[in-house]
């Protein structure tokens, strides 16, 4: 429904070109406009403002949408009765107009629309994420975050630490719809970021892996089928198994060697050199 937008915002100006040009050519429609006293071109701001918004900060300002669209209405019946002697068009580029702000009101307070617990860091941070099912809403995302923050007091970091304290991390969690190229998800964001730390390169992978396996413990619903393909042979290619987050190991003797010293199996974490 997003692409129909702009189709709205054509039309739109269109139609105001040709009122400029009838109160310029028509004695009707000069007169119309003069009995009116007040230009049609008022009902243009809400609905261009609105588009604005929705291109600019799409679906962060629901309230702010609906709300244009209701002094959107409002001027239509405040100035379209005055073009009594001249209705049509008025009457056409109101009716647009409504359409355009309105579509984009209901568009917007119908869709779901990203949600966020915790502040909101700015980069460098730390991120992980996991794909959810519908079934994953705003009490799992809570429950999700809550439970994050208990991985250092639980001490379920320790193994990934190689001896080392963990550092105090402060954790924030986003749920993401799923968009035309991404699935549904949650972000767990943190600070510090770890991914430039190689002393921290077996935690921040034990992060991940928590994270998944705790976003999985919570969400109860059937997994989203995106329908992936083998684009040579059609052949399906998602497999549940396929979003798992493996437990890492940590070869601590290789820490320091500036060299690869995690991995997501001990036979493979024993062939490390």
Known sequence: MFDVFPVFGWITVILAVAIVIATRSSDRARDARQTANVSLMWL????????????????????THVVLFGIELMLAVFIVRRYASWAVLPFLFALVCLAWSGGIALHESQREHPYRVGEEFRPPMGVTQASVSQSFKRPQVALALDRAQQFAASDSLKEFTCGASVPPLRMSIRLVPEGEYSERRVELTYLPDLHKMDDYACLERGIDYLFDETVRAIDSGPPINYHYKNPLTGAPLYTGEWDRTHK???RCDLQHSGREWVAYSEKAAAELR
Do not use: Q
């Open 44 to 63: 243009l701001p809400a609905a261009i403002l609105s588009w604005l918004l929705l291109a600019a900060r799409d679906g962060e300002l629901v309230k």
């Open 248 to 250: 890492p190991f940590c």
